[in-house]
């Protein structure tokens, strides 16, 4: 199964709660599927769109519009749009002139034009701990905490939220520990067929086996991974049902949203280290996890595995996914409406961000960038989420520290961690696991320079 299909999956399993998923009845995807497609083209009319361009084909080789793998047609991403210059034409000199004008600047644009704004009408969320249960990670002791974050019915009949958050720390700490959020499925889930994992420590064994605690946030418990919700989850709460503004919130700045209230949580766990909480997350939520990074700073370090178009990948590059995979009805609600326009009749050449822009907003935190091997991961971009780090690292240098080391590509399984940003593909598929272990001995080594 490849990792759109698996996707595809995840959104049918509903809030995912059971280690084996059962998709929902036939007509009930139907009628999701139906209203889903409503929405986009209700969207498409609110902005005076018409048909927007195709995205790219990523299994039909012979189609006209198949997806290039091949890196001698991926074309030139440059020039990007500047990092280091005002929206007046000021060129950034130093690091409180970045985080006073050119940071906000940035963000703006990333949310009209990408993401969309968090409005003030978004709920709160009132964590209750439902159960609590010790059991063994490894050797390990650890005590789990399930959490149901919630925000009640909106009006207009707009279901209430019911955020599925489950917290582990080591039995015997004696302190507040480092913890890191992943935005996945709970554990123990599986997609129905998929292949065994790999051998070795699961990453959580390696959390507790580290000191560590970990969190597993469900984004989809926050906000549903369809166009159909978009009157459902958070975002259906904040606007009451209604249809979205042009530069209202998607999906990923929901899920990143909720990555924030669990933070919030979190940050007044007194077996906690606040200072020490990093965010993770692979494929759509890496892209999440990107973002939640970009517009929290209480984030101390991320994990972004596999992230493609939308996070770390140059939209300007030609290689693997498009910006106009993006805006078609199936992944149109991760964004603003207002982003659907660079699908037809803009393009990419007049989007005024980027990945880097989204990437620099990270700065100077330390930030592990991460895929698979061309073959299974070609379709995210490696290269281009590479050359989006390397075009970021300006903002680290004027910070002080330096970002990505190191003009060439890495060789698959070559670790580039030198600086305070690290990329590294390993030679499986698209998943994090090889990844955890050298993010964790990135992050800790980043937490202790900084002390």
């Known amino acids: ?17 059971a280690a084996a998923a059962q998709l929902p009845p036939a007509d009930e995807r139907a009628a999701r599927a139906a209203a889903t497609e409503a929405d986009f083209r209700r969207t498409l009319a609110s902005l005076d769109l018409g048909a927007l361009r195709p995205g790219a084909d990523g299994f039909d080789r012979e189609a006209l519009n198949a997806a290039n793998y091949e890196e001698s047609r991926a074309g030139d991403p440059e020039p990007l749009p500047p990092l280091l210059r005002t929206m007046d034409g000021t060129e950034v000199a130093d690091d409180a002139m970045w985080r006073s004008r050119r940071r906000p600047e940035l963000a703006a644009l990333l949310e009209r034009e990408m993401y969309g704004r968090v409005p003030e009408t978004a709920p709160a969320l009132r ?6 249960e010790i059991r063994r990670k490894g050797t390990i002791e650890v005590i789990t905490r399930h959490y149901v974050g919630r925000a009640d019915d909106g009006p207009g009949g707009v279901p209430a939220v019911a955020a599925a958050l489950a917290v582990s720390l080591p ?3 004696r302190g507040p520990v480092p913890l890191v959020i992943e935005l996945g499925f709970p554990e123990g889930f599986r997609f129905p067929g998929a292949p065994p994992p790999p051998p070795g420590p699961h990453w959580t064994e390696q959390a507790i086996a580290r000191g560590w605690g970990y969190a597993i946030l469900v984004p989809a418990t926050v906000q549903p991974d369809d166009g159909a919700g978009l009157a459902e989850g958070v975002i259906g709460l904040a606007s009451g049902g209604r249809p979205r503004a042009p530069d209202a919130w998607g999906a990923l700045r929901a899920w990143a949203w909720g990555a924030g209230r669990a933070l919030d949580l979190l940050a007044a766990d007194a077996g906690v280290d606040r200072s020490r909480i990093a965010i993770a997350g692979l494929s759509r939520y890496g892209k999440a996890a990107l973002v939640a990074m970009a517009f929290d700073e209480r984030f101390a370090a991320g994990l972004v595995g596999s992230s493609g178009a939308g996070g770390a990948k140059l939209l300007r590059r030609d290689y693997g996914e498009r910006l106009e995979n993006l805006t078609a009805s199936g992944e149109y609600h991760w964004f603003a409406p207002n982003f659907l326009r660079f699908g037809g009749p803009l393009t990419v050449r007049d989007l005024p961000v980027d990945a880097h822009s989204l990437i620099a907003l990270a700065a100077p935190r330390p930030l592990f960038i991460g895929a698979g091997n061309f073959e299974a991961d070609g379709w995210v971009d490696p290269r281009g989420s590479f050359a989006a780090a390397r075009a970021a ?18 060789a698959i399984n070559e670790l580039r961690a030198a600086g305070r940003i690290a990329f590294r593909q390993h030679e499986v598929g698209h998943t994090n696991g090889p990844n955890w272990a050298h993010f964790f001995d990135f992050a800790e080594r980043e937490w202790e320079r900084r002390r």
Request: charged share 15%; no cysteine; proline share 2%.
């Open 171 to 173: 039995a015997a700490a």
């Open 393 to 410: 690292s300006a903002v680290w240098r004027l910070h002080g520290v330096e970002g990505l080391v190191g003009a060439a590509y890495p």
């Open 1 to 17: 199964m490849t990792w759109r299909l698996l996707s595809a999956v995840a959104v049918l399993t509903g809030l995912l709660g």
């Open 127 to 132: 964590w209750e701990e439902t159960g609590r």
